[in-house]
């Protein structure tokens, strides 16, 4: 099983250097190169553009310059912003903890309404409900999430002014101005009301596969022997369902939330932007635009990183929800 | 008894209301997409920025109202649609040849080469292509048809995959053996004995693709990375709904287009989902 483990780990770092190599490539043959930003700019000379150039070791061969790369990054250096000078690791650093925070309270808000959707779909199978979750979940899965996002920023920031239209939190909140007795409500709902918008915004795509997925994976569970067993031997349904079945049903699901965790961080930098959400995302898109190769380089590791734990996690909350699985050979 | 992929679909499609009427809405859409010339009220670049022009809410004149340069909004998802659409069935196109010929391959030779492609398809897989996209879409500044070759190369691996299951079970038929056997040569087997056992799988994916492409290349627009201007799609007219302040103006400039986009891409998944309830009762969850 150790012996498992170690080839796992050994398969995520040759995935983690497959992808920086071809990420580096790409960046490196797209046209224009890192200094083209300023070929637009009348104050800066051809002159100044070279000498910008060899100061960030851009003039060096591109094979050359990724060994020197790999090996900083290696040892925990993504290299210096091009725009801020500043180390691309504190600039992911500074805004990672956003994203993650985005996306844990999505997470959370896609399983409770995607779990028990698919359960009752399944138990209540071509039920009006049935019908109706099915084709929810086909408008989620065809709903542009930035027209979604949109529509929700008219109704519930313009219209109904409730929640507010972008951001993470207000600048001035200081929660010292409340009564002690309320503080923890208060600190909750100015994160909260932030959050909201967002957060179901980019759930929507999951609830509607993930609630499929369940209602297919428990029926799948329901038709086995044990389950057909526990009932002949007069174990009420709802314990059926909810003890015998649930589990086993779920596992399957966890694998596919392990596989959906790319299509997440894709979410989310979609999300971010339509909330202005200071998060890895928008932070991408601006260094996207500004061809700061080192950030976007950064970037995509550390998502990778974090895609890749997120598989192995996955894989262990696998092993866990179902001991039958054995890995040997 | 007729048979055949036409009498399935036919069939199916006569009991599926939902993926019927998703087909002639589809239909619809092409129609006006085609002949937008005729259904266009206004010229869609014509830019008028005197105060009483701009920001229009609907009227008689102009369906949808007008946007922030004074434009016909009606006219311009007309011609949107041509550009959203186009870059669609093309990025579906290219989608399907490299993924049906990475599966193919991978499928078909099996073994060590098997495994290698798999990897590579897996840490594409767990790579955020969206990320991919903006930077190549952000630095070749592409239009339409790059557009199209961008998501395509970034999004076959799924299709790949696919493939590359039912070839790997396929060949094992006797019929494979069968042409073997005749000396058929790999390639001939692929394509003429392989290929079409798995056209309706191919083609239920493709309809798939077509919805997909369609989000990802106006999500691209609306993000600032897509057609850039003159050129213009249902992605980049809601681009400019980004400031609130434009928002709250002239909300329809952002709804319209918004739901064009989500109605074709319904229809396109319904659709999808109606060929496949036709060909292949077996993906079909009970």
Redesign the interface.
Known sequence: MGNRYLRRLATLFF?LF??SLL?FA??EF???GAMARYVENPNISQADRTRMAERFGLDRPAPLRYFIWLRNTVQGDLGTSFMTGRPVLTEILERLPATLKLMTFSFFISIIVAIPIGIYSATH?HSLFDHLAATGS??G???????FG??M??IF??WLNWLP??GMITPWFDPSAYPLLIRPFVIFWEHTRYLLMPAIVLSLSNIGSWS?YM??SM?DVISQNYIQTARANGVPERKVVYKHALRNALTPLVTLMG?D???F??GA??TE??FAWPGMGRL??SA??N?DYQV?MG??MI??VL??LG?LLADLMYRFLDPRVNYEG | MKSGLLYDFWRAFHKNRLAALAGVILLAIFFLAIFAPVFATHNPTYIRLEQEQIKLPPTAAHFIGTDNLGRDIWSRMLFGARISLLVGFLTMIITVIIGVAYGAVSGYYGGKLDFMMMC?V??L????????V???A???KPDFFGIAAIIGMTSWMRTARLVRGQFLSLKEEEFVMAARALGYSNCRIIFVHLLPNVRALIIINATLLI?QAV?LE??LS????GVQPPQFSW?SM?SS??Y?VF??EA?WT??FP??A??IT??CF??FG?GLRDAWDPKLK??
Request: proline fraction near 5%.
């Open positions: 995935s497959v992808i990420s790409l960046i797209s046209p224009g199978r086909f408008l899965l065809s709903l542009p999430s930035f027209w949109l529509l920023i008219y920031a313009i239209s972008g499929r209602r297919s029926l596989l965790l790319p299509g961080f894709a930098v979609v932007q339509i991408f898109i996207a635009g061809r976007l970037i995509i998502t990778a895609v890749l598989n | 590579f897996d840490i897989l767990s790579l955020p292509t969206i990320f991919l903006i930077i190549l952000a630095f070749f919805a989000l106006s999500a609306f993000l600032g990375f992605g809601l709904a980004q609130i928002l709250k909300p952002a709804f918004g739901l986009i989500f891409v319904l998944n319904f989902e969850n009970y």
